[in-house]
Each structure stands twice: as C-alpha cells, then as structure tokens.
C-alpha cells in the first residue's frame, strides 16, 4: 500500500459554508482560536459534530477548526487540545509527527499531487485514499480518507474537510476471501488436472482394447492367453 494514502465516510464534493446561517453553538467546536476570522464557522462545526464518522477541518492557514467527537474516540485527542492548532499537528495523532496528509492535498493542484503521491484518485472536488501507516492510540489500522474543499458563500476557498473511516475489519474480510478464492481456485485446477490425467489414461486403455478386438477379429487361429 502506498506511503500515502487516509479516510471514512465523507462529505460528498463541495461543502459551502453560508455564513447568514443561524445554529446553536457547537458543544467542542463552537470557538475556534487562530481560526480565520472572516467566516462564521459555527454552522459548518455544529454540523460536524452531529457526524458519526471520525471528522475534521482545517482553515486556509492550516489551523483546525473543527474536531467531532468520533475523531476524537478514534485518535483520543480531544477536541480542546486540538482546535486552533496548525503546522500539521491533526496528523500527528496518526502518525507520530507532523507531515502533510490527505487533507492538505486540497490546497495543491492535480500535477503537484501526482508528483508527489501515489494512490490517491479524485471524484469531482473529493480526494479518496487509503494507508495502513496510521497508529492511532498505538493501533495499526488501514483506514480510508475522503476529503473536500470547503467555499465561503462567495465561491472563494475558505478550507477543506476530511473524513475518515477505519476499513480494517473489512479490509480483513477482503483478504480471508481473496485467500480462500485462490485456495479454491488452485484446487479446482489440480482436480482438473487429475481429471484430464484420468481421461488421458482411459483413452490409451480403450484404444489398446480396441486394437486387441481387431487383432481378434482379423486373426485366423486361436489366440492363447
């Protein structure tokens, strides 16, 4: 699996954040130090936290802005010991250290991201990768990333947004079955294999048969056995 690669169950393309919404305040999220203050991200926030997947945000400047509860089972890291922090600190629960991860992806162009990256494929405006590089709480998970861009109500790039799924069971499921199939499947050819072996055997012994009939047939003195 490629070096990078993260995500869950996520937003689907563009998210817009309208800032003339009105939402009662975000239990974890509702201030955000450091965010960017143009924006009232209390709609988006209170949003998120109604997730159930793992989910995330960041600001223009990298800051977090939004950390629900699942992520923060997920990481256990909560959401006050994360919201305003930037310079990567969101991957350091999933890797150990500070490096760019899918969600800083959004903020680059196609070219840059094939460049540096493998493994990550685009629908629309969404970015979708999976690793199993990632130890949250000191666990080795495979888990799969979706990310999007986030857009002020003037169409300008306010931020992005990951979710984030743990795959691991499935992903266990898949290789039992992958196992299995090919334990199948190479059964199935030496059968065949025996099969044809079986077959091959049969017809040398019906053409001697029939080659001992003729001999009887076309013989004119008794043949002594």
């Known amino acids: 699996m490629s070096d990078y690669q993260v995500s869950g169950h996520a937003t689907e393309g563009v998210v817009r ?6 939402t009662a305040p975000a239990p974890a999220t509702a201030a955000v130090p450091g965010a960017v203050e143009d924006y009232d991200w209390n709609q988006l926030t209170d949003t998120i936290q109604s997730l159930e997947n793992p989910v995330f945000a960041i600001d223009r400047r990298g800051s977090v802005i939004a950390w629900n509860r699942a992520i923060e089972e997920l990481t256990g890291v909560p959401a006050a010991a994360m919201l305003g922090k930037g310079d990567h600190e ?11 991860i899918l ?12 460049k540096k990256y493998a ?6 405006k969404v970015l979708i990768a999976e690793t199993d590089l990632s130890r949250p709480l000191g666990k080795q998970l495979i888990i799969r990333g979706k990310a999007s861009p986030l857009y002020d109500h003037d169409g300008n790039l306010a931020g992005a947004i990951e979710s984030i799924r743990d795959i691991t069971a499935r ?11 090919e334990a ?10 025996q099969y044809n072996k079986l077959s091959e055997n049969e017809q ?15 013989s004119d003195e008794v043949i002594w056995i």
């Open 17 to 22: 954040i309208d800032s003339g919404g009105s």
């Open 90 to 100: 969101y991957a350091i629960p999933f890797y150990g250290c500070r490096r760019p």
């Open 103 to 114: 969600i800083d992806l959004i903020f680059e162009t196609d070219e840059q991201i094939q």
């Open 119 to 124: 493994g990550i494929r685009r629908e629309n």
């Open 171 to 181: 992903k266990k499921d898949e290789d039992e079955l992958r196992a299995a199939y």
């Open 184 to 193: 199948i499947t190479a059964a199935d050819k030496e059968l065949r294999e």
């Open 204 to 218: 040398v012994l019906r053409d001697s048969e029939e080659k001992y009939r003729i001999l009887v047939e076309n």
